[in-house]
């Protein structure tokens, strides 16, 4: 079986200070890894994946994040935050073909609500 | 980059009806469609996985007559909430994939708010 726990489910900073939005994942097989933001009311849009490539990954808007397999973590980070970076933040793993049934299925964190204060 | 799209965008309809919410690929063939559910201030929760031309496979506990799912062609599919109750209430979105034999990337539609009175 494969989980997904984001630590924080609400994190507020200050405009132009680092963003970290923490990410463990537990999964039998080598998992691909996402990180995924949704606006109110709309719907998602990938900010970066991880496939088994480089570990450090950076995706848009200024977002990276970084696959630790000892520590089973892809934590999302940004320098330097915005205010149009204030949404809902998913990680999410998904299964290669080896892992039977669950092969292909998205298991979502719970989210984490980034607040942004001018 | 690939684009999906629902339809409606909202929709309010009273306990009893039907409602039918399309998801469409529109700049490329999607042989895998997944239908979610998003409760308020809730993660999504997979319902259902729909391969173009055949049975969708449903979740755990997602009860498929009452969720009725069509994957006609490879840039339509379509979730049919039937005789919808207050408790369907909920924000439904759809994603797409390129590729049966991979796991490549989803791409989401914009979803669709439900509102059953």
């Known amino acids: 079986a494969q989980s997904v726990t984001q630590l924080d489910s609400h994190v507020s900073v200050s405009e132009g200070t680092p963003v970290l939005l923490r990410c463990n994942y537990s999964?039998?097989?080598?998992?691909?890894l996402f990180w995924y933001v949704q606006h109110p009311n709309k719907g998602l849009q990938l900010l970066l994946k991880?496939?088994?490539?480089?570990?450090l990954v950076k995706g848009i808007n200024g977002f990276e994040a970084e696959f630790k397999k000892s520590e089973t973590s892809f934590h999302l980070t940004k320098p330097s935050a915005h205010m149009s970076d204030a949404a809902e933040y998913f990680c999410?793993?998904?299964?290669?073909?080896?892992?039977?049934?669950?092969?292909?299925?998205?298991?979502f964190g719970q989210g984490t609500i980034l607040t942004v204060h001018p | 980059g690939a684009v999906v799209s629902q339809h409606p965008s909202r929709v309010i309809c009273k306990s009893g009806t039907s409602v039918k919410i399309e998801c469409r690929s529109l700049?490329?063939?999607?042989?895998?469609m997944f239908w979610y559910r998003q409760f308020p201030k809730k993660s999504l929760m997979l319902m259902a996985t729909?391969?173009?031309?055949?049975?969708?496979?449903?979740e755990q506990g997602v009860e498929k007559d009452k969720f009725l799912i069509n994957h006609a062609s490879l840039t339509l599919s379509t979730l049919t909430v039937t005789s919808a109750h207050p408790e369907d209430s909920s924000f439904y979105i759809c994603?797409?994939?390129?590729?049966?034999?991979?796991?490549?990337?989803?791409?989401f539609g914009p979803g669709t708010r439900l509102t059953v009175l």
């Open positions: 994603s797409a994939r390129f590729h049966r034999d991979s796991y490549n990337e989803q791409f």
């Open positions: 991880y496939t088994s490539a480089a570990t």
């Open positions: 999964s039998s097989y080598s998992p691909s």
């Open positions: 999410v793993v998904i299964l290669p073909r080896a892992g039977g049934t669950s092969y292909g299925k998205l298991t």
């Open positions: 700049d490329f063939q999607a042989t895998t």
């Open positions: 729909s391969n173009e031309g055949s049975k969708a496979t449903y």
